[in-house]
């Protein structure tokens, strides 16, 4: 599977532990509404310019993601970003 690029990763006997930990970690820290805009992403289908990456697709997620409360909300990703306290995410929100 590494060879043919379907992993992005391959954790040895050694690090498996916190390998996985820390895979679990980023996941987690990832907002719901943030994974759903870049699943969303990969659907979009056929030749892309720069341009229509970053005014056409880019855009119009960010306002949908950047809006939300999982972002901008009491305990949202932006608001505790710098913070010592991390994002309290709605994960029924996506």
């Known amino acids: ?26 996941r987690l ?16 289908a056929g030749p892309e310019t720069m341009e229509t990456k970053i005014y056409a ?3 119009a997620w960010q306002n949908w993601i950047f809006t939300r409360p999982n972002a901008t909300g009491e305990k949202g990703a932006l608001t505790s970003y710098g913070k010592s306290a991390s994002p309290d995410f709605d994960w029924r929100r996506t």
Request: aromatic share 6%; glycine share 6%.
């Open 29 to 44: 820290s990832l907002s719901p509404d943030a994974l759903t805009g870049m699943e969303a992403n990969l659907r979009f």
């Open 1 to 26: 599977a590494w060879e043919l690029g379907l992993v992005t990763g391959i954790p040895d006997d050694i690090d498996w532990e916190d390998e996985t930990r820390v895979m679990i970690e980023e």
């Open 57 to 59: 697709r880019l855009s």
